[in-house]
T-cell receptor, first 116, second 112 residues
């Protein structure tokens, strides 16, 4: 079974631009979560989507947004990029369990975003 | 809120040495606990997990036991290899939460 895929793997943008990152979950996984990894803040939760609906959101400004499509693929968008947005953005997918819980999260290789 | 505390790194060991990476947590309810590993330039790979007290997760020679009394989930391996060099993250997911809370990560370097 194919793992979580993320595109592109690397991106270089300049301040003020916007960027869209894409994530394709493992087949059959309907929950997709996004995390930001930086040397200073570590791994921080951005948001989680299920059935095209955002269920959870971390403590990030409104410049960070996302969506999920009917095939469970997800995109995240960052508008008006700042230098501090340089990070590895990781996507994780999981199965939905009974009672609204989710199973173990499996991660993709990440998209390395550099903002100049 | 939930939190995970990992031992400070970096950790440098010789091949075949014994490894322990300490992890303690604070959480509401009864969390599920995880160890993930990140190799250079890659994403996170699930190493092992435990979902209830006294559960032992194991994989590739690594083990960790869910200790509710001490709120700990220490990672151990009896004999490390150069290929184990990576960053190791302890994480939890508590109650009905769907997101993971991660520790700061521990860089492990194994020398031949």
């Amino acid at each position: 079974k194919a793992g979580v895929t993320q595109t592109p793997r690397y991106l270089i943008k300049t301040r003020g631009q916007q960027v869209t990152l894409s994530c394709s979950p493992i087949s059959g996984h309907r929950s997709v979560s996004w995390y930001q990894q930086t040397p200073g803040q570590g791994l921080q939760f951005l948001f989680e989507y299920f059935s095209e609906t955002q269920r959870n959101k971390g403590n990030f400004p409104g410049r960070f947004s996302g969506r999920q499509f009917s095939n469970s693929r997800s995109e995240m968008n960052v508008s008006t990029l700042e230098l501090g947005d340089s990070a590895l953005y990781l996507c994780a997918s999981s199965r939905q369990l009974a009672g609204g819980l989710t199973d173990t999260q499996y991660f993709g290789p990440g998209t390395r975003l550099t903002v100049l | 809120g939930d939190s995970v505390t990992q031992m400070e790194g970096p950790v440098t060991l010789s091949e075949e040495a014994f490894l322990t990476i300490n992890c303690t947590y604070t959480a509401t309810g009864y969390p599920s606990l995880f160890w993930y590993v990140q190799y250079p330039g890659e994403g996170l790979q699930l190493l092992l997990k435990a979902t209830k007290a006294d559960d032992k997760g194991s994989n590739k020679g690594f083990e960790a036991t869910y200790r509710k009394e001490t709120t700990s989930f220490h990672l151990e391996k009896g004999s490390v290899q150069v290929s184990d060099s990576a960053v190791y993250f302890c994480a939890l997911r508590s109650g009905s939460a769907r997101q993971l809370t991660f520790g700061s990560g521990t860089q492990l370097t194994v020398l031949p």
